[in-house]
């Protein structure tokens, strides 16, 4: 069974830093794009970043860009998510996710794996 086990999440204040980590087990790592969503009390899931299967193409949220980096090390099997100058806006749960295919149809597609999800608090 296809396992995406994240962590790093947490409490920070504003303006602080926090790396996400996504570990993938029981599946390719390197025939899937991988992306991040997250979900804040009362709204709806919404797409974060996401990176292609070698890691040299990225996609992301505006109101992300510039201040978080997805990058991945298939090595490792493993998906981060450097998350940098939070806002107390960027509190949320933050999943991980798997997806056969383009970077570019993560954030529009139905993921073929999620992971379990980790919090990510800023304080103001």
């Known amino acids: 069974q296809v396992q995406l086990v994240e962590s790093g999440g947490g409490l920070v204040q504003t303006g602080g830093s926090l790396r996400l980590s996504c570990a993938a087990s029981?599946?390719?790592?390197?025939?899937?794009?991988m992306g991040w969503f997250r979900q804040a009390p009362g709204k709806e899931r919404e797409f974060v970043a996401a990176?292609?299967?070698?890691?040299?193409?990225?996609d992301y949220a505006d109101s992300v860009k510039g201040r978080f980096t997805v990058y991945r090390d298939n090595a490792k099997n493993t998906v981060y998510l450097q998350m940098n100058t939070l806002e107390p806006e960027d509190t949320a749960v933050y999943y991980c996710?798997?997806?056969?295919?383009?970077?570019?149809?993560?954030?529009?597609?139905?993921?073929?794996?999620w992971g379990q999800g980790t919090q990510v608090t800023v304080s103001s």
């Open positions: 029981r599946l390719t790592f390197s025939n899937y794009a």
């Open positions: 996710t798997a997806r056969r295919g383009s970077v570019w149809a993560v954030r529009r597609s139905a993921a073929d794996y």
């Open positions: 990176v292609n299967w070698s890691g040299t193409t990225t």
